[in-house]
């Protein structure tokens, strides 16, 4: 779909969590930060120089993820989607890597009531960083999101993280490893 030669694996979250966890964040690792972007059908959002999301309104939680240049023709083609159509209260992702680490996580989330707290956790670490909530003006129950690990310096050469999905209560409802080795 994009002229990038990336690796992407998605995987799906189910829907609970065997255990409840608090994921604390020092004020620093908000990559990102928190609060929600609201967007237009098919306008862009940057992530980086290498790529751009997008959110439809075709489909069920349908959204693109592209380089720059193959955006519009993307957005065109995921028109005729299906989209992802995830399980309520649930988490979507996807991971692209280059030489063994992890470039992006990108995904999808649906919820019941209000915009869920993503962390996303290097491998090896206590503590997480704070994904990117992004959802359509004037649309309720989904959204996608993203984390750019070249944001950090003191991310490097990571090829597994975990993704803790927390609704407004700080319920976890979805956790999951995300890997390129896997």
Do not use: C
């Not at 995987?11 to 990102?32: I, T």
């Not at 939680?61 to 957005?75: K, M, T």
Request: glycine share 12%; charged share 25%.
């Amino acid at each position: 779909m994009t002229g990038q030669l990336t690796l992407r694996r998605a995987l799906f979250g189910g829907a609970a969590a065997a255990a409840a966890m608090v994921v604390l964040l020092p004020q620093g690792a908000q990559a990102g930060g928190m609060d929600l972007i609201e967007v237009r059908p098919y306008e862009r959002v940057v992530i980086n120089d290498d790529f751009v999301m997008g959110l439809l309104p075709e489909g069920d939680q349908n959204y693109v993820v592209s380089s720059p240049e193959y955006f519009d023709e993307d957005i065109q083609a995921a028109k005729h989607y299906p989209g992802s159509d995830i399980r309520p209260n649930s988490v979507g992702a996807g991971v692209y890597g280059e030489d063994g680490e992890i470039t992006l996580i990108e995904g999808v989330w649906r919820l019941d009531e209000g915009v869920p707290f993503i962390a996303v956790t290097p491998e090896g670490e206590e503590w997480g960083y704070a994904a990117q909530p992004v959802a359509l003006k004037n649309e309720d129950g989904w959204g996608t999101f993203y984390f750019d690990p070249a944001q950090w310096e003191e991310i490097d050469g990571v090829d597994t993280y975990t993704i803790t999905a927390t609704d407004r209560d700080g319920e976890v409802f979805s956790e999951f490893e995300v890997s390129l080795g896997r």
